[in-house]
């Protein structure tokens, strides 16, 4: 048999990434379809697929509709022939679920914290993920990969350079997870998680660039720029939580002064009403406490001025602003919007949207278990 070019190969393999692509997007299609759609031979498509059907990767069910003649086989993704694990570490809890391929979730894992001390979030973190494998269903891949979504500085090899919040300084979590549990790890910034979690499956799927603002105890920013992530130089962008909003302000933990999330932050707030919950202060406000409410405000007012200046900065399409204070919105939501009208400048204020998360708290863990399926998917039909 002869054996294929370099260039054969790439070919193939770009074919049948594009195959199972179309079987993921539009699902359910036939065999037909896709050589109609990609413009690609029936043969090769059949190949392809019968390929894909022998990784278990798509499945087929009976007949479908005919157009006269024979009636076509249908194909779809299965979405189960593996599972992804997604953890969101925050200042105060982590969350970790389990998903399969298209990102529903099939178990969760939610613990608060007080303290985070890298080995107490370890010890934490792995608990969870052993009991997700002692739970989870039988499938032909396992788990296809853990990701993690972190807030601090990652660069792109998955270190933990500086998290301020959670007092780390290069962590190495990703050899250490791969020790662990032997498979494919990722390491990435919270905020872009959450806005790619929000782009792939939540409120920021309509839109081209999106500005997403995870407010949490610190404040991190996610960049999509016409529909990619945008990651800077190393991988560090983003840290807008950053930008001094005032010159002589508040000493923040990154150990500068004036910084936005000293003043706009859940850490803020807290501060602010000499409480040690989010979920306190939400109570107060809902049963009529002015001053909670007014706190909310503030913060609210505060939010607003950061985003002004990302607004004008990026001139986006949507604001997403998500985390624990989006929990929150009820109080937060119209001075954010006051300050907006009151400060950004007007052009940049049309066709732009303001939304809160359709993924709840769900947005940074959907996020990495996204970026582990499009690993596996990629790696998968490379083999």
């Given amino acids: 048999m002869e054996t294929m070019s370099w260039n054969q190969q790439i070919v193939k393999k770009n074919n049948k990434a594009l195959v199972l692509q179309l079987i993921m997007e539009k699902e359910p299609i036939s065999r037909a379809d896709i050589a109609q759609v990609s413009g690609l031979h029936k043969a090769t498509v059949s190949s392809l697929v019968n390929e894909l059907l022998e990784e278990a990767l798509i499945f087929e069910s009976g007949p479908g509709e005919s157009s006269g003649g024979r009636r ?23 969350l970790c679920v389990l998903t399969d391929l298209n990102g529903n979730i099939l178990i969760e894992k939610n613990q608060s914290v007080k303290r985070t ?95 997403y603002i995870s407010a949490g105890i610190g404040i991190g920013v996610g960049i999509i720029l016409n529909k990619e992530l945008y990651q ?94 989006a929990l929150a919105r009820q109080w937060i939501e119209q001075p954010i919007r006051t300050t907006i009208e009151n400060h950004t400048l007007t052009h940049h204020q049309k066709e732009m949207h303001l939304n809160f998360p359709k993924l709840g708290k769900y947005s940074t863990s959907l996020g990495v278990s996204a970026f582990v399926v499009e690993k596996f998917i990629k790696e998968e039909v490379k083999s």
């Fill in 232 to 325: 800077g130089k190393n991988g560090f962008s983003g840290e807008m939580g950053h930008m001094i909003i005032d010159l002589n302000g508040k000493p923040c933990s990154c150990g500068s002064r004036g910084c936005w999330e000293a003043y706009a932050s859940e850490n803020a707030l807290l501060e602010l009403a000499n409480s040690d919950s989010l979920e306190s202060l939400i109570e107060l406000a809902e049963n009529g406490d002015e001053t909670a409410q007014k706190l909310f405000g503030e913060i609210g007012t505060y939010l607003g001025y950061g985003i002004n200046n990302i607004i004008n900065t990026f001139n986006p399409d949507q604001v997403i602003l998500g985390n624990r204070l």
């Fill in 117 to 211: 001390p890298y080995p107490s979030i370890m010890t934490i973190i792995q608990s969870m993920i052993q009991s997700i494998i002692d739970e989870m269903p039988a499938s032909r891949y396992g788990i296809v990969g853990i990701g993690v979504g972190v807030p601090g500085i990652v660069n792109k090899q998955g270190s933990i350079l500086l998290a301020p919040n959670l007092g780390w300084t290069n962590i190495q979590l990703k050899k250490d997870l791969e020790e662990l549990f032997h498979v494919p790890i990722i390491i990435e910034n919270e905020a872009n998680a959450g806005a790619f979690g929000e782009q792939q499956f939540g409120a920021g799927q309509d839109f081209q660039n999106i500005v």
């Fill in 72 to 94: 076509p086989v249908i194909l779809h993704f299965n979405k189960v022939a593996g599972y992804a694990v997604g953890i969101d570490i925050g200042v105060n809890y982590v």
